[in-house]
Structures are given as C-alpha cells and as structure tokens.
C-alpha cells in the first residue's frame, strides 16, 4: 500500500508514523509513505501557495495551481491501471465522516494520494475537479489536515495483511468486530488491592469465551447501544441482551444473524 502525501509542511512527517508497527511496516515495504511539498509546485520567487479569497473574507485559501500540479507529479510515476483506480482524497471538516468500514474500503485500494489543507482550506476548484473523495476524521476543525492524514495512515496501515502480528487482533478490535471489545487484564493477576476476575484463570477456554462475548456486549450497550442495531447477533447474544433488558429495534439487522 502506497501513501501520497501532499502537504505544505512536510516536516511534520512521518512523525508518530515512523514509531510501532507502522514504522516497522514502513521498514519491512509493506507500506510506504511519500511526503511531497505542495510549495514545491509554486511559480514565484516566495513559494506563495496561497491567497486572499475572492469577495473577502478572514482568512487565506490555498491556490489551486501547485495543488494540482502536485497530485498530477505524483500520478504521472503510477503505472496506467494504479493511475485509473487511484484514490485521491482531500481531508477536510466537509468530506464523509472516517469510519473503520471506510479505513477497510481504502485498504483495498494499491495508491492512496491525501491533500492536507490549511488556513482557511483549498480553492474550490480542488474540490470539484481533482479529488475522487473529501473525508473528514471527525465533527471537529482542526488547524490543517496533517493530523487528520497521520489518523488515516495508521488506522489503514494496521488492516494491510502482515502489519498488524495477527489479523485475528484487527478483527477482534473494538468496532471492526462490531462490538466493544471485552476488558483486557495481564500480570501481574494481583496488583496493589486489585486483582482479575477469576474465570480468566481458569483454564476453561469454553467459558473464557463465554465471558468475552458477554463482557463485549454488556460493554457495548452502556457505551455504544447504537452498535447493537447492527452487530452481527446470534440468539444467544440476544437472549443475554434481553436479560439485560435491551432488545434490537432494527428488524433489517436479523440479516447479520
Ligand atoms: C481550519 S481548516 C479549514 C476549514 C474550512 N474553513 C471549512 O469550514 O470547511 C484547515 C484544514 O484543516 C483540515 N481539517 C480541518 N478539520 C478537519 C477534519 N475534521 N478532518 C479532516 N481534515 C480537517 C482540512 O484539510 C482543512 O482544509
């Protein structure tokens, strides 16, 4: 999996991701990640990269030109069919709100090209004639997509086969499985006055995973009760749910059963 990433501040990477198994993913080819200088692509003496808007306002707008001459550098070194299926995304508070279904979509892809903007954001024209997708990692504005790129990177990185020890980690994850995950404990099994729920040393694999699944759902409806309208459910995931007094409301979820 190839990252592109287009920035004007290319220092700030790789940052946390040249640390962990994305570091190591890095080192090992699995991934790669190029960092290219969005001023690089600028026409005058000062590298101006962006502007005034138009019809006034607080705040500069990245000029559309070294965008574009940026995404189109780094699209000229695909081969023809990596060119076709590229993914080119601009982070932004607007785009789709990033989420685990979404991290698994891009996964597939081979490339993947990401424009952090900045300041106020990028001229309009970007967003309408060069990128195929606008995300946003959350309902909340950051100073500049850098952060929001790293967020992606690592959450899609960790779900390429060998980057993670064992995929059977990546599924069993909070929200990948479709569920919270269970509580995790490790030794020591007594700490200060605290120790582990017993089961877990019980040898008793059968019953372990008993424990798991329903620690995993109790969890889910205090947390995230939204989750459970559309886990995959067996009858006996509901029927514990129905002792703890939830029951789904989605009928289309019985599909997952
Ligand atoms: C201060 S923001 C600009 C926000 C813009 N004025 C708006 O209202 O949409 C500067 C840049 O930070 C990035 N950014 C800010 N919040 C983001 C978010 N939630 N997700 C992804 N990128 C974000 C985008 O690249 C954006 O162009």
């Keep these: 999996m190839r990252f592109h990433v287009l920035t004007l501040f290319p220092q700030s990477f790789p940052g946390p991701l040249a640390d962990s198994m994305v570091g190591m993913a890095c080192k090992r080819g699995l991934i790669t990640i190029e960092v290219t200088d969005i001023r690089g692509y600028t ?31 780094v699209l000229a070194h695909f ?60 309902d ?19 779900l390429v086969p060998g980057v993670v020890g ?18 995790l404990y490790t030794r020591p099994a007594q700490f200060r006055d605290l120790g582990i729920p017993e089961i877990l040393r019980s040898g008793h694999h059968a019953e372990i995973e008993k424990w798991r699944r329903r620690e995993s759902l109790r969890r889910t409806l205090e947390r995230r009760p939204d989750l459970l309208e559309t886990a995959p459910l067996t009858p006996e995931d509901l029927e514990y749910l129905g002792s703890l007094g939830f029951s789904r409301s989605n009928d289309a979820a019985e599909g997952h059963l």
């Design 43 to 73: 026409h005058d003496a000062h590298g101006t990269a962006d502007d005034y808007q138009f019809g006034g306002g607080p705040g500069m707008v990245m000029k559309p030109e070294p965008i574009f001459e940026a995404v189109e550098s």
């Design 79 to 138: 081969e023809p069919a990596d060119r076709d299926s590229a993914e080119v995304v601009l982070l932004s508070p607007q785009g789709r709100v990033f989420d685990q279904k979404m991290a698994e979509d891009l996964a597939k892809a081979s490339s993947l090209v990401l424009i952090c903007g900045h300041y106020a954001g990028v001229d309009e024209r970007v967003r309408q004639h060069l990128i195929t997708r606008e995300i946003s990692i959350g």
């Design 140 to 158: 909340f504005v950051l100073t500049g997509g850098e952060l929001a790129a790293m967020v992606m990177i690592d959450a899609i990185s960790r």
């Design 166 to 183: 064992s995929m059977e980690n990546v599924t069993q994850d909070s929200i990948s499985s479709g569920l919270l995950q269970h509580p």
